[in-house]
């Protein structure tokens, strides 16, 4: 089976523009995850679908990152302004709703931010 | 609150064994996961405990002990491409579905 897709897979821009990362989980998962991941650390929730609504989006920075998942399949996450200390990998997971719930990371998006 | 700690760094020689710990403090427990993670590339699942004990997949052996907030990671036979970020997740809340809170790493050399 396929696995979670991420475009693109690495992104330079200044700051105070915009950016969108997009994600493709594995056909049939009905949750999806979106991390931050700052050199040398773990991953950390920004939101969390169940299909397309919102479970926890308790971590994100409201002010100027939102992700949308219309159709309950792929998501966006956008960053509008982007700062310095968005500089990170964008990791998106996926996993279903059975079993041990393991969530399946997409190759992420590497972000730098000048 | 939740917090997990792991050790930042490990170095281990190629053949041998090594044990990576993991403490963990959380709101309710569902579950702990390992994850290896690459340079530059994603984590991928190793393992995943919820009762006490330890389970064995290969080379790879997870314990856990709930009453201690307590994981390990062990590794055996260990080869270079063992060489990487070992993470350790929680899944704090009793549901299936619930975010993984992870801790930051232990990035492990293997050396000759």
């Known amino acids: 089976e396929a696995g979670v897709a991420q475009s693109p897979r690495y992104k330079i821009i200044e700051k105070r523009q915009s950016v969108a990362f997009w994600c493709n989980p594995i056909s049939g998962h009905a949750t999806l995850y979106w991390y931050q991941q700052i050199l040398g650390q773990g991953p950390k929730l920004l939101i969390q679908?169940?299909?397309?609504?919102?479970?926890?989006d308790s971590q994100l920075p409201k002010d100027r990152f939102s992700a949308e998942r219309l159709k309950g399949v792929d998501s966006t996450l956008k960053i509008q302004p982007a700062k310095l200390e968005d500089s990170a990998v964008y990791l998106c997971?996926?996993?279903?709703?059975?079993?041990?719930?393991?969530?399946?990371f997409g190759p992420g998006t590497r972000l730098t931010v000048t | 609150g939740q917090n997990i700690d792991q050790p930042t760094e490990m170095t281990a020689t190629e053949g041998a064994i090594v044990q990576i710990n993991c403490t963990y403090q959380?709101?309710?427990?569902?579950?702990l996961f390992w994850y290896q993670q690459h340079a530059g590339e994603a984590p991928t699942f190793l393992s995943y405990?919820?009762?006490?004990g330890l389970e064995e997949k290969g080379r790879f052996s997870s314990f856990l002990s709930r009453s201690k907030g307590y994981s390990y990671l062990l590794l055996k036979e260990l080869q270079m491409k063992d060489s990487a970020s070992y993470l350790c997740?929680?899944?704090?809340?009793?549901?299936?579905?619930?975010?993984?809170?992870f801790g930051k790493g232990t990035r492990l050399s293997v050396i000759a």
């Open positions: 997971a996926s996993s279903s709703s059975r079993g041990t719930y393991e969530q399946y």
């Open positions: 679908f169940q299909n397309n609504g919102v479970v926890d």
């Open positions: 997740a929680v899944r704090g809340l009793n549901s299936g579905n619930t975010p993984l809170v």
């Open positions: 959380t709101s309710g427990f569902n579950g």
């Open positions: 405990n919820v009762l006490d």
